[in-house]
T-cell receptor, first 110, second 119 residues
């Protein structure tokens, strides 16, 4: 069965520091991986996706993600965090029925 | 352009009552999904519509839940005889891509959700 896992419920980082939000996946066949962000009282917004090609994917708001096939990971990264990046982040795997991780709450401290 | 809209944004109902939640997807999007989001539980898939095909209802938690999509556009999720455990945020999403399509998948576009509280 396809699945994604986000091992951290919460990530805390100081503004200006780099951030990483972790995601691992399990899939048979090609992995199609997505990151979404959810701000309070809002629906999920698409950030970026990996379909094929370069392992480093760039997305919205300065975020990027690195696909690592050997480690079955797709971690979300940003070189310099902003307080406004504080939100709930979801990793997802496309498929007949998309599967989502449980979400990671990112808190960026001023 | 207009995104996915959902109504109402908030709904408080008494246990045992029926509720209807509405979703207006992005025009032209083939696929429509309903999810339930509970605190700390991530997104739980409920039901999936693709065009005029029969929906995939495999995620519906009980027979009190049903959904329809009229004319391949607007969808309504109905919960009958609501229970307190139905309290959650119900999210709708649409996409240009469906699993039967050729080519890689596209992202989903989510509505703001309906927060359902059953008292």
């Amino acid at each position: 069965a396809q699945s994604v896992a986000q091992p951290e419920d919460q990530v805390n980082v100081a503004e200006g520091n780099p951030l990483t939000v972790k995601c691992t996946y399990s899939v048979s066949g090609n992995p199609y991986l997505f990151w979404y962000v959810q701000y309070p009282n809002r629906g999920l917004q698409f950030l970026l996706k990996y379909i094929t090609g370069d392992n480093l994917v760039k997305g919205s708001y300065g975020f990027e993600a690195e696909f690592n096939k050997s480690q079955t990971s797709f971690h979300l990264k940003k070189p310099s965090a902003l307080v406004s990046d504080s939100a709930l982040y979801f990793c997802a795997q496309a498929g007949y029925i998309p599967t989502f991780g449980r979400g990671t709450s990112l808190i960026v401290h001023p | 352009g207009a995104g996915v809209s959902q109504s109402p944004s908030n709904k408080v109902t008494e246990k045992g009552k029926d509720v209807e939640l509405r979703c207006d997807p992005i025009s032209g999007h083939t696929a429509l999904y309903w999810y339930r989001q509970s605190l700390g539980q991530g997104l739980e898939f409920l039901i999936y519509f693709q065009g005029n095909s029969a929906p995939d209802k495999s995620g519906l938690p009980s027979d009190r839940f049903s959904a329809e999509r009229t004319g391949g556009s607007v969808s309504t999720l109905t919960i009958q005889r609501t229970q307190q455990e139905d309290s959650a945020v119900y999210l709708c999403a649409s996409s240009r891509w469906a699993p039967s399509d050729r080519g890689p998948p596209h992202e989903q576009y989510f509505g703001p959700g309906t927060r359902l509280t059953v008292t």
